[in-house]
């Protein structure tokens, strides 16, 4: 079936691809926030499972899906090959923890407001949280099919969407991060549904953002990959990661992480 999802992909235009791919990511984050139809929380080690899973995902698509690609296609040789990944790298970490200082949002596990102050409701800031998550993962999906219309050789169709599967493997838990809180907070179902589903719709917007700015710029093609890879790899220590680890049962959130690194891994690896 991947084999098919690609070939099709390959015989469309690329940043149409992009779009494909990443309203995919936004559909799985809406199949996540759907359980709130069927149950009104979740258990707490499944769900520290389930981020910790989130959080492997993340690092490994950063690592072989972004950071390596990026080197690959960079010219020069020793450090000065690897100037884009670190120069991207880090404006994508610094960029994230500017918006995680200025945009008001809230965390559920941690039950506190980060960002400038702000008179929006818990649900609102909420929202923005996990909005906040999506955005360089809409991004990391957009650049690599950007690469492709480009024409880089080291960016691949095959790579892009193989990406666009693991970060949809990992929009399941998300939409459920965002859905079930708000219908503790008094929503109703389906507008804790429907908020759910919302927080991932900048995926489709950052995916088709990405892919044609690649296009009219291919030189930041490097750059916009490791910036990518340096916002979700943010998130992760940021977020992810202490929030599956607020419990006490840390065992589980850390098995879910090595499963996820090595699911994303595996994904890359053999289809990309």
Do not use: C
């Amino acid at each position: 079936m991947m084999e098919s999802v690609i070939s099709y992909l390959e015989s469309i235009d690329p940043i149409l691809g992009a779009l494909y791919a990443t309203i995919f990511t936004w559909l799985v984050t809406a199949l996540g926030a759907g359980l709130v139809f069927f149950f009104n929380k979740t258990n707490k080690n499944v769900m520290d499972g389930m981020l910790g899973f989130t959080g492997g995902v993340m690092v490994a698509a950063s690592v072989w899906s972004l950071l390596i690609p990026a080197m690959n296609m960079s010219e020069g040789e020793g450090f000065v090959k690897v100037v884009p990944a670190v120069v991207g790298f880090l404006l994508g970490a610094f960029f994230l923890f500017g918006l995680d200082k200025i945009l008001p949002h809230f965390h559920a596990n941690f039950k506190k407001v980060e960002g400038i102050k702000s008179p929006w409701q818990k649900t609102t800031l909420l929202i923005l949280a996990i909005t906040l998550h999506n955005i360089p993962e809409g991004l990391a999906v957009g650049v690599l099919f950007g690469g492709v219309a480009a024409g880089i050789p080291e960016a691949s169709i095959a790579g892009a969407a193989t990406l666009a599967l693991g970060i949809g493997l990992q929009n399941f838990p998300e939409g459920i991060a965002v859905a079930m809180p708000l219908r503790r907070m008094g929503l109703s179902r389906r507008k804790s549904f429907f908020y759910g589903q919302l927080s991932a719709i900048v995926e489709p917007m950052a995916g088709v953002l990405g892919a044609f700015a690649v296009t009219l710029f291919t030189p930041i093609l490097p750059y916009a990959l490791a910036f990518a890879a340096g916002a979700m790899i943010f998130v992760v220590l940021e977020e992810v990661i202490p929030e599956a680890q607020q419990n006490k049962n840390s065992d589980i959130a850390t098995l879910g992480f090595i499963g996820g690194f090595l699911v994303m891994m595996s994904l890359d690896v053999v289809l990309g």
